[in-house]
Every structure is written in C-alpha cells, then in structure tokens.
C-alpha cells in the first residue's frame, strides 16, 4: 500500500523496514488480547467486547450489524422478509466505552453525557460487562454468554465463520435461492489463482516498484473503508508496456497492452510537474476520506507521493490518464466521484 506523504527510494526502503517491525510487535500484542464476542442469534448483530486484563490496558466496545441487503436486492427472486428491525440507521462503530441498549450508540470516553444517550435520550446505557442477558436494541432478542476469544487470530477466524452462517441466513430470509457451484476448468482455476497471486503482490509487495528491472508507476486510490483500486503500469525502454487494473474489494482484474506513445504522454504529464525534483507534500490532515497516490520508478529515478482529498495536480492527472487508457471513469470504481 501507498502511504500518505512523499519518500525518495532511500527513505521507502527505510521506512518499509520499520513499518514491519513494528506489524511484529502490534502482532505479537494482538496475540495476548482478550476478546468477548456477544452475537444476537436472531439478526446477528456482532458487540465486541474487551474488558480489562493483564493485556488489556482499557475497556472497549465494538458495533457491527449487516443485514446483507445490498448483496441479495438486485436478484430476481428477492423478497423483504416479515420482521421488522429497529435502529438500522446505526450499522457499526468501534472504541466505545459504554452502549445505549435502546438505539444502539456507543458512548465514548470524551462524551460528557451524564449516563444520557446523545442520539435517542434514552438511560439504558450499560458496560460490556453487563451485555449478557439484555434484549438487542435491533430485534429484542436476549443476548446469550458471549463467546470467548483470545488473540486477534481467533477473532479472525470467528467473524469469517460468522460472516458466512449470516450471509446464508439472510439469503434465506430473502427468498434468494442458493447459486449453484459453476463447474470451471483446470485452466480457469490455475488463471484466477494467477490473478489472486498478482493482485496480493501489487497491493502487499513494497518493494514491487523500487525492485522492478521494468519502469513501473504504480498509482492508488483509496477511501476512508479502503475500498478503492489500482493501477500498474509496466513497460521497458521504448517499447509498449502492460497495464493492470484491479478493483481492491471485487478484486476484478484487467491486463492491457498500452502503445509506447501513451506512455510518453504520461512521461510527459510527470515531467512538466517536475515529479522527481519538486518538493509537494505539506503535512495535512484531509478530512474528504480519500487518498491519491503513486509510485514511480523510471531508469534510475524513483519518488513515492501520496495526499488525502486532492482534486487536481500530478496525482489527480496521473491517476485519470491511467483510466482513460483503461477504458474506464474514475466514476465507474469509485461511485462517488465527482
């Protein structure tokens, strides 16, 4: 991932050595956390809930509700289901102290409230040591021992677990009737393992563009949820070079042979900014929730540039050239483009 700010190769390289020792070191906390997870067994509405521990240096609660709706509305045999839940304005929130029982607000530590929930007024406000037994404040359905979890690994493993028994209870609820497996090829398998193996190295892989024998810009775009997507392209001396573009949460890829002379025009756009020599990042906080950003690597020349909420310069004209190529708007990724 591209981060926020401005890096000469010496500097990436650097800082990519101590984001991973310190990933080591938050892993390895992670690992001593202790978690309870209380989920309503009617619509499966998720409170995370970290009391206090050797390794839990502070009470906190988590909020998640998804009612799947957006992944089963567009099918021809939907149907709302008969039961009506409440509150499904509120769907997630994290780091909270207390909940209100009531709407579903979580209560944070610099809300002077006097035990009042901001959002509905109402007192049922409790910690996540008293969960267990209270009605949810979706469905009404009481709240069951909560399960158990130690270590961010098995907290994991269990909302993946949860994600799937939900999403196939909600499928049912509305009437959607079960896809059957597509029967696909050998090749097929082996050409979307090539894809998931691509995908995972042009989005994890630091040192894909600093270590590329190719000239390589590699551009980002992302929002505050990081969804966003991708775009790589790759060529060698003058001759033509090889898009890629992946959305990041379908993971839908595109390879495309791009043409010597559109790569110029885009060697030509980083040469007029002046990309390699002007100094453009000034440190700031972008409240707009989304990040432009590029890498580029040509012959022996390489700069990192990254910005939240930009909407014109090098990174803005970069990254719709890119998609122009692409036969794509920034539109067609990102539905609340301008």
Same mark, same amino acid.
């Given at each position: 991932?591209?981060?926020? =700010?401005?890096?000469?190769? %010496?500097? /990436? !390289?650097k $800082?990519?050595?101590? +984001?991973?020792?310190?990933?080591?070191?938050? *892993?390895?906390e992670?690992?001593?956390?202790?978690?309870i997870?209380?989920?309503?067994?009617?619509?499966?509405?998720?409170?995370?809930?970290?009391?206090?521990?050797?390794?839990n240096?502070?009470?906190?609660?988590?909020?998640d509700?998804?009612?799947?709706?957006?992944?089963?509305?567009?099918?021809?045999?939907f149907?709302?289901?008969?039961?009506?839940?409440?509150?499904?304005?509120?769907?997630?929130?994290?780091?909270?102290?207390?909940?209100?029982?009531?709407?579903?607000k979580?209560?944070?530590?610099?809300?002077?409230?006097?035990?009042t929930?901001?959002?509905?007024?109402?007192?049922?406000?409790?910690?996540?040591n008293?969960i267990?037994?209270?009605?949810?404040p979706i469905?009404g359905?009481?709240?069951?021992e909560?399960?158990?979890?130690? =270590?961010?690994?098995a907290y %994991?493993? /269990? !909302?993946? $677990?949860?994600?799937d +028994?939900?999403?196939?209870?909600y499928?049912? *609820?509305?009437?959607?009737?079960k896809?059957?497996?597509?029967?696909?090829?050998?090749e097929?398998?082996?050409?979307?393992?090539?894809?998931?193996s691509?995908?995972?190295?042009?989005?994890?892989?630091?040192?894909?563009?600093?270590?590329?024998?190719?000239?390589?810009?590699?551009?980002?775009f992302?929002?505050?949820?990081?969804k966003?997507?991708?775009?790589?392209?790759?060529?060698?001396?003058?001759?033509?070079?090889?898009?890629?573009?992946?959305?990041?949460h379908?993971?839908?890829?595109?390879?495309?042979?791009?043409?010597?002379?559109?790569?110029?025009?885009?060697?030509?756009?980083?040469n007029?900014?002046?990309?390699?020599?002007?100094?453009?990042?000034?440190k700031?906080?972008?409240l707009?929730?989304?990040?432009?950003?590029?890498?580029?690597?040509?012959?022996?020349?390489?700069k990192?540039?990254?910005?939240?909420?930009?909407?014109?310069?090098?990174?803005?004209?970069?990254?719709?050239?890119?998609?122009?190529?692409?036969?794509?708007?920034f539109?067609?990724y990102?539905?609340?483009?301008?």
């Open positions: 991932m591209i981060h926020e =700010g401005e890096r000469t190769q %010496e500097s /990436k !390289i $800082e990519i050595y101590k +984001f991973n020792e310190s990933q080591k070191k938050f *892993k390895k992670l690992s001593k956390r202790f978690h997870l209380f989920v309503c067994s009617e619509c499966g509405l998720q409170i995370l809930y970290q009391p206090i521990t050797e390794h240096k502070y009470e906190r609660l988590d909020y509700y998804d009612d799947y709706k957006e992944c089963f509305k567009n099918d021809p045999d149907k709302p289901f008969e039961k009506k839940y409440k509150n499904l304005n509120i769907r997630s929130w994290g780091g909270a102290e207390k909940i209100c029982m009531d709407c579903g979580g209560l944070f530590a610099d809300e002077n409230t006097d035990n929930c901001l959002n509905c007024k109402g007192k049922n406000i409790i910690t996540g008293e267990n037994g209270k009605p949810c469905c359905t009481e709240f069951y909560g399960i158990k979890l130690q =270590g961010y690994d %994991e493993t /269990k !909302i993946d $677990e949860l994600r +028994f939900w999403w196939n209870k499928r049912k *609820k509305y009437n959607v009737k896809l059957l497996p597509k029967i696909i090829t050998e097929e398998i082996k050409e979307k393992e090539r894809i998931k691509l995908t995972k190295c042009y989005q994890e892989n630091d040192f894909y563009v600093i270590g590329n024998k190719n000239n390589v810009i590699r551009f980002e992302r929002d505050a949820w990081l966003g997507f991708n775009i790589i392209l790759e060529w060698f001396s003058n001759e033509n070079g090889k898009l890629t573009v992946f959305e990041r379908s993971m839908e890829l595109t390879e495309i042979i791009i043409e010597y002379e559109k790569i110029e025009k885009i060697i030509q756009i980083i007029e900014h002046n990309y390699f020599e002007k100094r453009f990042y000034k700031t906080f972008g707009d929730g989304y990040t432009f950003g590029v890498e580029i690597k040509i012959e022996d020349k390489y990192e540039l990254a910005m939240w909420g930009i909407r014109s310069g090098i990174l803005y004209d970069v990254g719709m050239l890119l998609l122009e190529f692409a036969g794509k708007t539109k067609d990102y539905k609340y483009a301008w």
